[in-house]
């Protein structure tokens, strides 16, 4: 670092929130959080194959009131991530540029990334959750 | 390639675009699309093995067509993370030795976890 304080652009704190920065800064935090749960992936995949007594532990994890947390706020970063990922995909390719558009994606992503998450644990409660 | 403006060294030692500065961004979206197929299936797959004791969950995950998108899907899953983690840590880890540390350290464990999944879904398709 530079012994003399440079000026810097203007940071987070000048800027009035709004979606699209949102989902920006989600889309980095629900890929990192997902990151860390590639070992809960690996561990069970692991577990899988050694043994039913391995299977019972991981489990029995995700039975607990910590996996039950972290199972739902990854299924959570999991759903934005894939919407917003769409998203980002479509932009890649040239659709969905214009300000109003990035709007109404952006909040799509978000409000769809809840109805998954909700439609996934439908699906679990309903099959009753043999944990 | 106009060699009028390239001085005779720089083309002897022949430097200069190695053509690789996209593979990274490319790569991603390569990796993203895979994922966001494979995500579905994968939503399907952890789902039914809720309901599944060992037996079970062990056959299904070793029947060939399962086995064969697990394996896709956590080479994709640490592939994609590792280019992710990679661009989070060279925007906010600003401390040289630190960041060098933290890029092996990220590429070390990707690594890792995909040979170790794709291990376990060997052993469970062929065991």
Request: proline fraction near 3%.
């Amino acid at each position: 670092m530079p012994a003399i304080a440079r000026p810097l652009s203007p940071h987070l704190s000048v800027y009035r929130w709004q979606i699209q920065m949102v989902a920006s800064m989600l889309h980095r935090a629900t890929g990192s959080a997902l990151a860390f749960g590639t070992i809960l992936l690996c561990m069970a995949l692991i577990a899988l194959a050694s043994g039913p007594e391995a299977f019972a532990k991981v489990r029995e994890f995700c039975g607990s009131w910590l996996g039950l947390v972290l199972l739902f706020g990854w299924s959570w970063a999991f759903s934005f991530h894939l919407l917003n990922g769409i998203r980002h995909l479509l932009q890649d390719i040239g659709m969905g540029f214009t300000i109003p558009q990035f709007v109404r994606n952006g909040w799509l992503a978000t409000i769809g990334s809840f109805v998954l998450t909700a439609l996934i644990w439908a699906c679990v409660v309903i099959q009753g959750a043999a944990a | 390639m106009n060699d009028r403006y390239r001085t005779p060294l720089k083309i002897a030692i022949g430097l200069g675009s190695a053509q690789h500065g996209v593979h990274h961004f490319i790569m991603q979206r390569v990796t993203a699309v895979a994922l966001m197929l494979l995500a579905l299936w994968f939503l399907w797959i952890a789902l039914s093995l809720l309901h599944t004791d060992y037996t079970g969950a062990h056959a299904l995950v070793g029947q060939p067509f399962n086995a064969v998108l697990m394996l896709a899907f956590v080479v994709a899953v640490f592939w994609h993370a590792q280019l992710g983690l990679q661009v989070v840590i060279e925007d906010y880890v600003h401390t040289r030795w630190l960041e060098v540390a933290l890029q092996l350290a990220v590429e070390f464990l990707c690594v890792l976890g995909a040979l170790a999944s794709v291990l376990a879904v060997v052993r469970i398709a062929l065991g």
